[in-house]
């Protein structure tokens, strides 16, 4: 049985940029093989010849060039039950995968997964990271940093030597590196003492338990010296993703649409 997707948010508007259609105003189904599980995670190569799809249940991970209606690759990478999530490295040289899961009965917890990195060309593993928070390619396709508990660790590309680490307090679920590879954002719990240094705060113990439990905030350190730059004078619902946006001169925030109380 032929399982197809139907590439409408994801995949569409990779092929509107390319063809000068609207998004949304063409689209078609496409087979990907002889197989019956779903597909979980799709990503457009740089240039935007490629479509990088996983899927469930440990299928084959597909190269698929789109123009062409051909899967020019499969690789054996991954292998997680319900797929991965895919992301393509600034050049394409690399593929980030990071496990997802079926049921998550706690989506405002913190919960360390799987990532893999493989050679874009080969399906060669590059490194696999295990229980991690978040792991991130630098632009220039270079070092990944990954982050795990409260630690920061930096990898050289392609070997997947470590190259060094350091600590973060309360560091939480998100890390991003900026363009030029020389800053490190990490969202990070307020601490007691943190929160104190603000005079709303400052007095109020109930809101200032409120901040210690539901908020967080961003810092950014120096990616060579490890040191602490400045702290974002902000404070934030649970953090998912930090990306580094105009040439690092601005910051994307993913977070929960309201805050989760308990």
Not at 104 to 110: S, T
Not at 240 to 248: A, C, D, H
Request: glycine share 6%; charged share 25%.
């Amino acid at each position: 049985m032929k399982k197809c997707i139907l590439f409408l948010l994801f995949f569409i508007s990779a092929i509107a940029m390319v063809s000068g259609q609207t998004a949304g105003s063409k689209f078609e189904r496409i087979s990907l093989g002889e197989n019956h599980y779903t597909n979980s995670g799709i990503a457009v190569s740089p240039d935007g010849k490629y479509a990088a799809v996983s899927g469930t249940k440990h299928y084959p991970f597909f190269i698929y060039d789109w123009q062409n209606n051909t899967i020019v690759k499969e690789f054996n990478v991954g292998n997680w039950f319900a797929g991965s999530s895919v992301d393509y490295s600034q050049n394409g040289s690399y593929i980030l995968l990071q496990q997802l899961h079926y049921v998550d009965f706690a989506p405002n917890k913190d919960r360390e997964t799987n990532f893999e990195i493989i050679d874009a060309n080969s399906g060669r593993t590059v490194k696999r990271f295990g229980d991690h928070h978040s792991v991130k390619i630098s632009a220039d396709e270079s070092k990944a940093i990954a982050l795990s508990g409260d630690v920061i660790s930096i990898w050289d590309l392609p070997a997947g030597k470590k190259a060094g680490s350091f600590t973060v307090p309360e560091a939480a679920n998100s890390i991003s590196i900026s363009p030029d590879g020389r800053h490190i954002a990490v969202s990070h719990r307020v601490s007691d003492n943190m929160a104190k240094q603000y005079p709303r705060l400052k007095n109020d113990r109930k809101a200032r338990k409120h901040t210690t439990k539901y908020k967080q905030m961003i810092s950014v350190y120096d990616a060579e010296s490890y040191e602490k730059l400045f702290t974002i004078d902000s404070f934030f619902d649970i953090i998912y993703r930090l990306e580094y946006i105009q040439e690092g001169k601005g910051m994307l925030c993913l977070r929960p649409a309201s805050s989760q109380r308990e």
